[in-house]
T-cell receptor, first 112, second 116 residues
């Protein structure tokens, strides 16, 4: 069975400081992992995906994530937060089947 | 280019009414998914279509929920005898590949259902 846990429901950072959103997963197989972002009143948008190629994955808007199998983690980072990054972020796992499982989400607040 | 389109954007139903939610996926996308997103939660899987075949409906919460995709393109999610606990945002997503886990999902903006 597959599952995903986002360790923080809310994260607050100041503009220009680093962002870290934490995600741990559980999967019986080699999973595909994704991060999606949801801005208010907008649809979910793919940030980046990991599919067993490079363990460090670069996405849009300066975000990146590192797959660490030994820690079963896929944390999302960005060196410098921007006000426009304020949104809800979802870590997502798929083990090759039909179901794609979403975490509960982490709301990112960015202070000026 | 057209993305995934969902209608209506908002729906208010009285308890006990039937509702139908429509999803127009991206043209040519084989896979279509329905998700339910309760307030403050992540999307939860409801059902999956590969073309017109419904291959997984294990996430449908009760037999009041029914989904179809008769011609392998547009899909409808129907909820009969709506209850207050059905209030949520219903998201539709499509992807190009058939049942492959590494294909990204393209989401619509959702239908917000409120049952009064």
């Amino acid at each position: 069975a597959q599952s995903v846990t986002q360790l923080d429901s809310h994260v607050s950072v100041s503009e220009g400081t680093p962002v870290l959103l934490r995600c741990n997963y559980s999967s019986s197989y080699s999973p595909s992992l994704f991060w999606y972002v949801q801005h208010p009143n907008k649809g979910l948008q793919l940030l980046l995906k990991y599919t067993s190629a490079a363990t460090l994955v670069k996405g849009i808007n300066g975000f990146e994530a590192e797959f660490k199998k030994s820690e079963t983690s896929f944390h999302l980072t960005k060196p410098s937060a921007h006000m426009s990054d304020a949104a809800e972020y979802f870590c997502v796992v798929n083990d090759g089947g039909f179901k794609t499982i979403f975490g509960a989400g982490t709301r990112l607040f960015v202070k000026a | 280019g057209a993305g995934v389109s969902q209608s209506p954007r908002y729906k208010v139903a009285k308890r006990g009414q039937d509702v139908a939610l429509r999803c127009d996926p991206i043209s040519g996308h084989v896979s279509l998914f329905w998700y339910q997103q309760a307030l403050g939660q992540g999307p939860e899987f409801l059902t999956y279509f590969q073309n017109e075949a419904q291959l997984d409906k294990s996430g449908l919460p009760s037999d009041r929920f029914f989904a179809e995709r008769p011609e392998g393109s547009v899909s409808t999610l129907k909820i009969q005898r709506t209850q207050q606990e059905d209030s949520a945002v219903y998201l539709c997503a499509s992807s190009l590949a058939a049942g492959q886990g590494n294909s990204p999902l393209h989401f619509g903006n959702g239908t917000r259902l409120t049952v009064t």
